[in-house]
């Protein structure tokens, strides 16, 4: 059941009251209904992949302590991480840590907008991009650039798809013409 059909099984329009009034005599049971029927999977989904979060975090620091570069410095000159393993595996940690970061926003929107019409798939296949991000990450820290491509490849495809699920999601919540 997608949020849609939740709506339209309430006993009063969810949208129908102006701001301030409840719709219903009991608004939380439909929210209740809501949330039980499509969004917990997603929800937790989405709440797993900030966990990723706190692995990079974890091997972000352990690779900076390892290579003695100290706070505030983002990242090992190309210098330095030419002349010390150590330097250069803080720098692949430090983009691992960045690349996820810029890719949890879209993530995430994706995975909320296509968890409205499509909550199955959506939670099956953000659970699929938390996975790869987790092998993302190992991957990147433990053997450089090429340790990255399994969990990435992973991760795209995934990605893609809910991209392509909220683009149809949304479509399906226009009016009809």
Known sequence: MDVLEVL?????????HPIGTPASPEPTEVGSKLIAS??????????SSLF??????????????ASGLAYPIPYASQEQAEKD???YAFNCAQRAHANYTENLTPFLGAL???G???PTATAALGATWVFGRFWYALGYTS????GRLKGFTLS??????????????CVKLLPSA
């Open 8 to 16: 339209q099984t309430a006993s009063t329009p969810f949208f129908s």
């Open 38 to 47: 499509c969004c917990s999977y997603v929800l937790t989904v989405a709440a």
């Open 52 to 65: 990723v979060n706190t692995l990079h975090f974890f091997l972000t620091a352990k690779a900076r302590k």
């Open 85 to 87: 393993p150590k330097a």
């Open 112 to 114: 909320l907008i296509s």
């Open 116 to 118: 409205l019409r499509f």
């Open 143 to 146: 053997s450089g650039p090429q």
């Open 156 to 169: 795209i495809l995934s990605d893609l798809s809910l991209k392509v699920m909220a683009v149809i999601a």
